[in-house]
């Protein structure tokens, strides 16, 4: 099985040559996990990103996750889909990944969670922790409370997502978080390599 506690750093296939940098300064830097986002962009923008990041991940050792498009993980060859609310059903993308795939389903109560594992998930997204401004329509914060909710619900790791910040993450780890996802974070920062390190120290 790949690593999935830890950080997982999510990019932007839209974010084009710097997103990609700032992957490679985070792989670098030694994150266990990229995800790999699409927003507004086309199929062959996402798949030719998705490939390249897949590129530099494969040599570290990261386990590479793509948002939303089980197919495109396939073509690229990731290790991974991540589902959310609106996407295929988990359930479904397990028969056409197979078992050898990792999946991870989005969730925010205990209810939700049940139902992902018992459909085959790896692993769970779980948030928004706190506020973001990172994605817009999202749901309240439930909190390292809520996080706790889930990830004392089912036996998979957890992995909080959502205003995550080094200084929050000893917070979501006591709550029973196996990790953190982040955004802005490492995307966003002026050095992302000096972000990752920041948030595997406070990871532990």
Known sequence: MRPLGGLHVLTDAAGGPRALAAVAAAVAAGAPVVQVRAKGCTDRVLHDFARAVVELCRPAGTTCLVNDRVDVALAVGADGTHLGEHDLPLAAARRVAGPGHLLGGTARDPERARLL????????????????????????????????????????????????????????????????????????????????????????
């Open 117 to 204: 594992v018992a459909e085959g998930a790896d692993y769970l997204g779980v948030g928004p922790a706190f506020a973001t401004t990172t994605k817009t329509g999202l749901p309240d914060p439930i909190g390292p409370a809520g996080v706790a909710a889930v990830a004392t619900a089912v036996p998979v790791p957890v992995i909080a997502i959502g205003g995550v910040t080094a200084a929050r993450v000893g917070e979501l780890l006591a709550a029973g978080a196996a990790g953190v996802a982040v955004v802005g974070a490492v995307a966003a920062a002026a050095d992302p390599t000096a972000a990752t390190r920041d948030l595997l120290r406070a990871l532990g």
